[in-house]
């Protein structure tokens, strides 16, 4: 049957994500250039849609039932996805099982099957941190997961892909991934690199369009993101705001908007999909991602491709992307004044942050494309001999 992948990735995929985008990409690039012959998806079922089976693209995806609970924040492990697991291993002999992000339960059953078929098992990270933003009980869930499963997971595992440098110092130094297992594979943008430079972008603008690309949830800062804009817009700074996303706090966005009368000044977009977030950014001069937890996150490198300022906190593969020093805000003192002040320069001193930019731009479409992205996993996943003697 060739070389198959069984990807278990629960369920990140298709999905808002940009976790699920650049799964999305990576498997597609490999199976168009010949690298692998077959990827089976098996993934929870989480929009409830009853579709167990489809085939998107040469990706054939499985689903199994799920049980959450915490109004779906905390996914429990089913016999549904063991039973499946199992079965497709059977079926179709896959030489390498992969998953994705350690906060899953799936991650565990993979790796009992990967030792029951002998088969490689392969762990792809994208988070360079302990969660934080999020309530005290799934803070608290959360550590105690990277100190006990994480652990056994990166131990377990026969290789371990880094999306970014932050995140191997991370799993590295503080959940003693071991060091020989670890190889740092970075994300690429999952849009066409848009051709018009900085300068020609920026010249002559008397509109700043300012966006946010999303999930709504609190480690994101949204309600950061939205006082910073009500800011400018009350200095009568000449800005419009496009959001664009879904999440938990939608109507609280919402209804600060509407108490505070933004209409005028702010698009809310609700999902949108791959393509007219490239429409969005080409359109688009500033763009804000002030998250807690970041890996190496594929709507920055996006918005870098598509001529964006990015205004961004110095976190995880954040700073990695991100060299304009200014653009990098200090966890500990983002707030919605620091976050418009930092706007407010970037407006009233585009002229100087251009060719900033510019070789910003450069540096990423160097160091992130899919070219290099697709050899290194063909240098040190599918075509390397990845098994190692594991305890």
Same mark, same amino acid.
């Given at each position: 049957?060739?070389?198959?992948?069984?990807?278990?990735?629960?369920?990140?995929?298709?999905?808002?994500?940009?976790?699920?985008?650049?799964? @999305?990409?990576?498997?597609?690039?490999?199976?168009?250039?010949?690298?692998?012959?077959?990827?089976?998806? !098996?993934?929870?079922?989480?929009?409830?849609?009853?579709?167990?089976?489809?085939?998107?693209?040469? #990706?054939?995806?499985?689903? +199994? *039932?799920?049980?959450?609970?915490?109004?779906?924040?905390?996914?429990?492990?089913?016999?549904?996805?063991?039973?499946?697991?199992?079965?497709?291993? &059977?079926?179709?002999?896959?030489?390498?099982?992969?998953? /994705?992000? @350690?906060?899953?339960?799936?991650? #565990?059953? %993979?790796?009992?099957?990967?030792?029951?078929? &002998?088969?490689? #098992?392969?762990?792809?990270?994208?988070?360079?941190?302990?969660?934080?933003?999020?309530?005290?009980?799934?803070? !608290?869930?959360?550590?105690?997961?990277? &100190?006990?499963?994480s652990k056994f997971v990166f131990a377990k595992s026969h290789r371990?892909?880094?999306?970014?440098?932050? =995140?191997?110092? +991370?799993?590295?130094?503080?959940?003693? %991934?071991?060091?020989?297992?670890?190889?740092?594979?970075?994300?690429?943008?999952?849009? %066409?690199?848009?051709?018009?430079?900085?300068?020609?972008?920026?010249?002559?603008?008397?509109? +700043?369009?300012?966006?946010?690309?999303? @999930?709504?949830? *609190?480690?994101?800062?949204?309600?950061?993101?939205?006082?910073?804009?009500?800011?400018?817009?009350?200095?009568?700074?000449?800005?419009?705001?496009?959001?664009?996303?879904?999440?938990?706090?939608?109507?609280?966005?919402?209804?600060?908007?509407?108490?505070?009368?933004?209409?005028?000044?702010?698009?809310?977009?609700?999902? =949108?999909?791959?393509?007219?977030?490239?429409?969005?950014?080409?359109?688009?001069?500033?763009?804000?991602?002030?998250?807690?937890?970041?890996?190496?996150?594929?709507?920055?490198?996006? %918005?870098?491709?598509?001529?964006?300022?990015?205004?961004?906190?110095?976190?995880?593969?954040?700073?990695?992307?991100?060299?304009?020093?200014?653009?990098?805000?200090?966890?500990?003192?983002?707030?919605?004044?620091?976050?418009?002040?930092? =706007?407010?320069?970037?407006?009233?001193?585009?002229?100087?942050?251009?060719?900033?930019?510019?070789?910003?731009?450069?540096?990423?479409?160097?160091?992130?494309?899919?070219?290099?992205?697709?050899?290194?996993?063909?240098?040190?996943?599918? /075509?390397?001999?990845?098994?190692?003697?594991?305890?």
């Amino acid at each position: 049957m060739g070389k198959v992948i069984l990807n278990a990735s629960y369920g990140y995929f298709p999905s808002i994500s940009g976790v699920g985008e650049i799964i @999305r990409a990576t498997y597609t690039k490999l199976l168009e250039q010949g690298h692998i012959d077959k990827v089976i998806l !098996l993934c929870a079922d989480t929009e409830k849609t009853g579709v167990y089976y489809e085939n998107q693209n040469g #990706i054939e995806i499985y689903r +199994f *039932k799920m049980i959450q609970i915490l109004n779906g924040r905390i996914p429990l492990p089913s016999y549904d996805m063991w039973r499946k697991l199992c079965w497709l291993i &059977k079926e179709f002999k896959p030489y390498q099982i992969h998953t /994705h992000t @350690r906060f899953q339960f799936l991650n #565990i059953f %993979a790796l009992i099957a990967s030792r029951l078929f &002998k088969t490689e #098992i392969v762990h792809v990270e994208y988070l360079a941190s302990h969660v934080k933003g999020e309530s005290l009980p799934i803070t !608290l869930a959360s550590y105690l997961w990277d &100190k006990t499963i994480s652990k056994f997971v990166f131990a377990k595992s026969h290789r371990i892909v880094s999306t970014s440098e932050s =995140i191997t110092e +991370f799993i590295c130094g503080t959940l003693k %991934a071991p060091k020989g297992k670890v190889v740092t594979i970075p994300n690429a943008s999952t849009i %066409a690199v848009y051709p018009v430079s900085y300068q020609q972008k920026f010249e002559g603008v008397t509109l +700043f369009k300012i966006a946010y690309i999303g @999930r709504f949830v *609190k480690l994101k800062n949204l309600m950061t993101i939205i006082k910073a804009v009500h800011l400018l817009i009350d200095k009568k700074l000449p800005v419009q705001f496009n959001l664009a996303g879904d999440g938990a706090l939608k109507n609280e966005i919402l209804q600060y908007i509407e108490l505070h009368n933004l209409h005028p000044y702010v698009n809310y977009l609700g999902k =949108i999909s791959k393509e007219d977030v490239r429409s969005l950014l080409v359109d688009n001069h500033i763009f804000l991602n002030p998250s807690n937890l970041e890996g190496l996150p594929n709507t920055v490198l996006e %918005a870098i491709s598509c001529s964006n300022f990015v205004v961004t906190t110095n976190v995880g593969g954040n700073k990695d992307l991100i060299k304009v020093d200014d653009c990098l805000i200090d966890l500990n003192i983002l707030s919605p004044e620091v976050l418009a002040e930092r =706007i407010e320069t970037l407006i009233k001193n585009s002229a100087y942050y251009v060719p900033l930019f510019e070789s910003n731009k450069s540096y990423v479409i160097n160091n992130f494309s899919w070219d290099n992205v697709v050899q290194l996993y063909c240098d040190h996943i599918i /075509h390397s001999e990845v098994t190692i003697s594991v305890d």
